[in-house]
């Protein structure tokens, strides 16, 4: 393989078509835990045995980055590398592939590894998986192929919508005080993935209804022209399918896709929890 694309888990792809069999695509696993049982979030994760889990554990619960040597192994199948990971900021996916990095080049000096810190998570992360995907394809060099990815990650955002910050708030994410405000019934919150990686709320709502209005307001506001739509839910396709009708009718909406989300985002982002990544 010429090319690989690696991602950590919270990129929610599973799989991405390629053109040719010089371009692959790898994960590098998070995990969750829940007291003693260790959950790798990769293709073979029961999601929603794990939410069970989770709900009905009265204990401790949280998430581990990848381990250097994880992207490592990865980064060793191919010459042309880039690595996509979760915003460092909030994880240690980041600096672990960083390290990786520097661990292949000190052995390989040939090789080309390019590690961007998508500054967010989830759905942003497809969006730039998969335009890593077609710019290997386009016979640019690397180096042209990370620069204008690097251009793509500034023009795409994620949006979310919460309905709890609880496991957010007891893994220090958010700060207790704003995750209170999500804990009362019916409220939703919706934020954004701000340009630092970390989370901003933009306002509570009270109801399915006012929180679409929000949502739509918030993807004009910043320029949506018709680009890419990636849904992801958290157990919750019919709140997705509802929220996808609703951008082809009020934003014209034609590229969208819906899809479960990660392990490691359902653990943050709550039974319920919607996350959409969007082309500016
Ligand atoms: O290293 C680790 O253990 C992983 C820590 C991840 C912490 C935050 C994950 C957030 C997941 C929640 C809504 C979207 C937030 C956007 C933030 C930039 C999803």
Known sequence: MKFNIVVDSSCDLRKLETS????????????????????????????????????????????ACP????????????????????????????????????????????????????LSTGPE????????????????????????????????HLLFVLKSLENLAKNGRVSKAVAKVAGILNIQVVGIASSEGTLKLLSQCRGASKTYAKIIEEIKQRGYKGGKIILT??????????????????????NIDVMPSSGLCCYYAEKGGLLIGFEA
């Open 233 to 254: 839910h958290c157990l919750n396709e019919k709140a997705a399918e509802a929220l996808k009708t609703l951008f082809i009718e009020a934003l014209g909406a034609s």
């Open 125 to 156: 992360m497809s969006l730039i998986a998969k335009k890593a995907a077609e710019l290997a394809a386009s016979g640019k060099d690397f180096y042209g192929v990370c620069s204008e990815l690097e251009e793509y990650r500034k023009s795409t």
């Open 67 to 118: 381990s250097p040597e994880a992207w490592y192994n990865k980064f060793m199948m191919a010459d042309e590398i880039i690595a996509i990971t979760i915003t460092g900021s909030l994880s240690g996916s980041y600096n672990s592939a960083c390290l990786a990095k520097t661990m292949v080049l000190e052995k390989h000096p040939d090789k080309k590894i390019h590690v961007i810190d998508s």
């Open 20 to 63: 040719s069999e010089d371009i692959g695509f790898s994960h590098v696993p998070l995990s969750i835990i829940v007291g003693n049982d260790i959950f790798v979030d990769d293709e073979n994760l029961d999601t929603s045995d794990m939410i069970d889990k989770i709900y009905s554990y009265k204990g401790k619960t949280g998430t």
